[in-house]
């Protein structure tokens, strides 16, 4: 059986860790990918923007979630504030390896990443409850050189609304 196992990194420094610890266990260069993201637009907070994401990342999430439209929304979003390190093997217990790596290097609980914008009970699900040793994911998935991810991906932020209490309020005057 086939393995994409991906797991996100707050900082390019964590990413770096992860993938020197892959090289270290032997992965090659061309088993694994590392994946910056970078952000344009202003935005208040987490909760107050939508993003655009290049064609290629999206293909890359309906790829690997199929139909579920939950875990793609979560790792898009979180995928806009995370290096990610994606690593494809045939092997299980390589792709434990790997996930154990990650997370030793500082992978992060995608739903607790995502709480401030995903926190109703449409994204409530048994993988919502992630532990620290299953923060990297493995994936039953082969490897698709049509769905890799850029070496940069980058988001277009804009913001969802009003940032001020005063912009909603709109004119009172009365004619």
Do not use: C
Not at 147 to 161: Q, V
Request: proline content about 1%.
């Amino acid at each position: 059986m086939s393995y994409t196992i991906v797991g996100m990194f707050p900082t390019n420094e964590d990413a770096d860790k992860a993938s020197n610890k892959l090289d270290n266990a032997g992965f090659a260069k061309e088993d694994y990918r590392v994946s910056r993201y970078s952000t344009s637009g202003s935005h208040e907070t987490d909760a107050e923007y939508d993003y655009e994401e290049d064609e290629k990342t999206t293909g890359f999430w309906n790829w690997l979630f199929g139909d579920d439209e939950t875990e793609k929304q979560k790792y898009s979003y979180a995928g806009t504030k995370s290096n990610m390190v994606t690593v494809y093997t045939d092997d299980l217990e390589r792709a434990e390896e790997a996930r154990d790596i990650m997370n030793e290097q500082g992978a992060v609980n995608v739903t607790d990443f995502t709480k401030d914008r995903y926190n109703n009970e449409e994204f409530v699900s048994p993988d919502n409850n992630l532990t620290a040793d299953e923060r990297a994911r493995i994936i039953n998935k082969a490897k698709n050189d049509l769905y890799f991810t850029e070496d940069t991906r980058t988001y277009s932020l804009t913001n969802r609304g009003m940032t001020s209490d005063m912009d909603s309020m709109g004119n009172r005057d009365t004619f």
